[in-house]
């Protein structure tokens, strides 16, 4: 078993940055890649940035790109989400997941964390 917990949120004026931090607690034997999410209020969860188990491939959706990075630390068991020029519409909830080299389906899920964009 994988277990997720996300931290680093909080409120932000726009245009500030936060980082998200998404620790993974168990015996992580195995590879994963990674992903994090976000819900942002009344709306659905969708995938925002992606990342490989050795970091050789990543991927964001268009509204984060430039914006947002994604990174990771497999000797600290720690997948990282940098936010930089934040913008109201970027307030939800982050969650990062995981999931097995060749599947495609999300099997671990943190708890979330709250960010929020405002002045």
């Known amino acids: 078993q994988v277990q997720l917990v996300e931290s680093g949120g909080g409120l932000v004026q726009p245009g500030g940055s936060l980082r998200l931090s998404c620790a993974a607690a168990?015996?992580?034997?195995?590879?994963?890649?990674m992903g994090w999410f976000r819900q942002p209020p009344g709306k659905d969860r969708d995938l925002i940035a992606y990342i490989t188990w050795s970091s050789s491939s990543t991927d964001y959706v268009d509204s984060v790109k430039g914006r947002f990075t994604i990174s990771r630390d497999n000797a600290k068991n720690t997948v990282y989400l940098q936010m930089n020029s934040l913008k109201p519409e970027d307030t939800a909830v982050y969650y990062c997941a995981a999931r097995e080299l060749g599947s495609v389906r999300w099997i671990y899920w943190g708890q979330g964390t709250q960010v929020t964009v405002s002045s």
């Open positions: 168990g015996r992580t034997v195995n590879r994963y890649n």
